[in-house]
């Protein structure tokens, strides 16, 4: 997955909040997380919900549809990169 310029300082609790407002466990997003450290975190296979600091589906579908958007990757490949995670 490629990383761009947009990423550096993208914060995904702001991103969220900005785009999901209603959705008051956006605010349990840890927030200094970035989507340039969630494409770190998923290259590494580590755990995404972690570095998010929320253990919520809907939560980590939206940042991952904004990651393919940004990224300009496709969502499966998001997708796939978290599920080997659990492999590891």
Request: glycine residues 4%; charged residues 25%; proline residues 2%.
């Amino acid at each position: 997955m490629r990383e761009t310029l947009k990423l550096k300082n993208m914060n995904i609790r702001e991103y969220y909040l900005a785009n999901f407002p209603t959705d008051e466990l956006g605010n349990e997003i840890n927030p200094s997380a970035t989507f340039d450290g969630l494409v770190r975190v998923l290259n590494n296979y580590e755990d995404v919900y972690e570095y998010i600091g929320v253990s919520d589906s809907l939560i980590r579908e939206r940042v991952f549809w904004n990651l393919s958007e940004i990224t300009t990757t496709e969502y499966n490949v998001i997708y796939d990169l978290w599920l080997a995670s659990a492999d590891v």
